[in-house]
């Protein structure tokens, strides 16, 4: 199993290569924000394809990724279409020496193998042989459908909020529907659709150990690249503030 891993360590980074020189033509590194989710989707089908364990299980757990990886990047590109290079890493093409250089390796590279380390728990349940459907099979697929839940409607509230007449909008921060209980319900289902998938993958002997997958993205977004940085960018937005007094930041919550 541990070449399997490799094979797929390799892909990605290849894979993030591509998209490296992509950005460079384009002069966008917005571009490794696309290929985020569709590398989770690429790699998932990749170990799936050259193992041939095309059971219920890793059939599944494909599925799931699929639907939230291709959902993820169609999202993302629609944002993007037409528009300059994000915020961030025009600032950091300001502001880096060597800018090419730690674009390889502190964007393409890096998130290459943090998505290895968030779909180590799919490439462990595509590349295990069968083993009978069990209780944490069950709970993993409600956590799953949980988690997509929440990112699906979230963001879909959040668009027709942002798509409504300004004479019709309670001011210019989100409150309604799952805003309501969470500050980021679309960040929150995002890290509870990889917890669903893990819980899935404990079907299968000795594979505690991918816990690394969900702690990782849940790290990612709590703490590193997801709420935080809509956090500081209304940092000095009063009705915001008001706002994150009375509502739970991550984990659903009734209003205070």
């Known amino acids: ?10 892909f990605i980074l290849v894979y993030f290569i591509v998209f490296f020189i992509i950005a460079i033509f384009k002069k966008n590194n917005s571009v490794v924000d696309i ?3 569709l590398g989770f989707v690429l ?4 170990v799936l394809i050259i193992t041939g364990n095309l059971h219920f299980r890793s059939l599944l757990v494909t599925i799931f990724v699929s639907i939230w990886g291709l959902r993820l990047a169609y999202h993302i590109f629609k944002r993007n279409k037409g528009k300059p290079e994000d915020y961030r890493y025009a600032k950091w093409r300001k502001d880096w020496d060597h800018f ?30 069968f083993y009978s459907i069990k209780l944490f099979d069950i709970i993993g697929i409600i956590i799953w459908l949980i988690g997509f839940t929440f990112e699906a ?21 989100m409150k309604k529907g799952l805003w309501k209980y969470t500050r980021h319900p679309n960040y929150f289902g995002e890290a509870t659709m990889w917890w669903g998938i893990y819980i899935i993958g404990l ?12 702690i990782t993205i849940t790290i990612l977004l709590l703490y590193v690249s997801g709420v935080p940085l809509l956090e500081k960018r209304y940092a000095d937005d009063q ?11 991550f984990f659903p919550w009734f209003p205070r």
């Open 100 to 129: 090419y250089i730690r674009s390889f390796f502190q964007i393409f590279i890096l998130q290459g193998l943090l998505l290895f380390l968030i779909v180590s728990s799919v490439v462990n349940i595509n590349s295990s042989p």
């Open 153 to 173: 409607l979230g963001d879909k509230q959040l668009k027709d909020y942002i798509n409504k007449p300004d004479s019709k909008k309670d001011g210019h921060i």
């Open 203 to 214: 079907s299968i002997p000795s594979s505690w150990i991918f816990i690394i997958s969900p």
């Open 1 to 10: 199993m541990g070449s399997i891993f490799f094979q797929a360590l390799i």
């Open 43 to 46: 790699v998932s089908y990749y």
């Open 239 to 249: 009705e915001f503030q008001e706002y994150a007094k009375k509502t739970n930041k």
């Open 35 to 37: 290929g985020w989710g």
